[in-house]
């Protein structure tokens, strides 16, 4: 469906201002299971959302494949007519759009090696291991135009490995994963060094701890804390007066030793514009402690008075945009894992959880799904039938130490880091 066509014919039909995003996707999977590769895809999709509004009644129409221009403008209408009037925060400024370094394509059947060749890192060391994997080489395109005179688009293409490891011993159940993801070929030890690396860790148990003990959580495991560090930025939050930072800014709320930035240009989830064609910023939410700044998308940016920094994301097609981060960098601080192990005479190391993320409270009571009891430096086993319950904002005021192994999950760079005022309690 032509873009253009569709927008004129939205504004011919009686909306006065309207905007088209048009999504292409296309990857072709590959999945082991019971360390044997077990199946091969190849995806593609297409999609379009119009989102127009008449008398700033808003609207919203999404098709995937092919569609008639009149049916979508038809339901678009439709849904404006049950909708209240609103006002229209949209983009009239086209940004640049980004110019992704070419790489060599990666085949299936390089795909296949790579799952191939990670699976027997860990069995030529573990055999009695079962492991699944995936790998995808997708390629990702998208285009928005607005009424406004807004034209931009991008495309990105991303490398995506994970692989778990499951052990059964006895009544004892192990499952350890690890992903990866990169714009080119990388090295495959970069998912199974860990895994081997906590299966050594793994070989015993050991009795946790009890009470309010240091606790590291891995890179891994960290999104536990910065995630409601990010909600409570939430523009959104502010506007709803829900934030317990409604009235902390330029006031310290975390650890002075904790920075928190915004950078659009690291990463494989680097991005020249938002869901709105808002320019990315580069911004410090949190410096060395002192919240510094909310984000919004253009409208909540529009009503509290904020920068436009592009933080304007759509959980989906047919979704309206709505705050959200991406590259949240945390800075880094000084040490690998180990030395941050080495540290603690008595607690307890996160890798894995099970539970819900805490609310915007910060109080949350989560199951440690991967983790391990530390004794004067060392891990000397894994713990089972362990919980770790408390304040997430707490916790970031109890900062010991921040690492300096700084990794990729998702947009969220972190290192590992230690923390206390948080409690552990287990049945063994």
């Not at 190849?42 to 119009?50: F, H, M, T, Y």
């Not at 678009?76 to 992704?100: K, M, V």
């Not at 995630?227 to 002075?256: F, M, Y």
């Amino acid at each position: 469906m032509n873009p253009e066509q569709l927008l004129e014919l939205a504004l011919k039909h009686g909306a006065t201002t309207a905007e088209v995003y048009v999504s292409n996707s296309q990857s072709q999977p590959v999945y082991f299971e019971a360390n044997r590769l077990k199946q091969l895809e190849n995806i593609s999709s297409e999609g379009i959302a119009l989102r127009l509004w008449r008398n700033h009644q808003p609207g919203v129409a999404i098709a995937y494949g092919d569609i008639a221009p009149e049916t979508l403008v038809e339901k678009a209408l439709a849904i404006s007519d049950l909708n209240e009037p609103e006002e229209i925060y949209l983009n009239s400024q086209s940004p640049q759009g980004s110019t992704q370094a070419e790489y060599s394509e990666i085949s299936q059947a390089q795909l296949i090696s790579y799952g191939e060749e990670a699976i027997a890192q860990i069995t030529s060391k573990y055999p009695e291991v079962i492991c699944q994997s995936q790998w995808d080489y997708g390629y990702e395109s998208m285009r928005l135009i607005n009424s406004l005179g807004l034209d931009c688009g991008q495309s990105d293409r991303t490398l995506d490995g994970s692989i778990s490891a499951e052990l059964v011993r006895d009544e004892d159940f192990l499952n350890i994963w690890q992903s990866h993801s990169e714009r080119q070929n990388f090295a495959t030890n970069l998912l199974t060094a860990p895994i081997l690396q906590h299966l050594e860790w793994s070989s015993h148990n050991a009795a946790a701890c009890q009470g309010k003990v240091p606790i590291i959580f891995t890179a891994k495991a960290a999104d536990t804390l910065w995630g409601i560090v990010a909600e409570a930025c939430n523009g959104r939050h502010v506007r709803q007066k829900t934030t317990p930072w409604l009235d902390k800014l330029n006031q310290l709320v975390i650890s002075p030793d904790i920075t928190l930035s915004q950078d659009p240009t690291l990463g494989i989830y680097s991005l020249p514009f938002d869901d709105e064609g808002t320019p990315t910023q580069s911004v410090t939410w949190i410096e060395k402690g002192i919240l510094k700044c909310f984000y919004g998308d253009r409208r909540t940016a529009s009503e509290l008075n904020l920068q436009f920094t592009g933080n304007g994301f759509r959980g989906g097609l047919g979704s309206y945009p709505s705050p959200n981060l991406f590259n949240l960098i945390i800075n880094s601080g000084s040490g690998n894992l180990l030395d941050l192990i080495s540290t603690i005479s008595d607690g307890i190391l996160i890798d894995q959880i099970l539970g819900d993320s805490p609310d915007l409270s910060g109080d949350f009571s989560i199951n440690i799904d991967l983790g391990y009891r530390i004794k004067q430096g060392k891990i000397i086993g894994r713990v089972k039938d362990t919980m770790v319950s408390g304040n997430a904002y707490t916790a970031l005021n109890n900062l010991i130490q921040l690492g300096s192994d700084r990794q990729w999950q998702g947009s969220l760079y972190t290192p590992s880091l230690i923390v206390g005022g948080l409690s552990v309690t287990s049945r063994n």
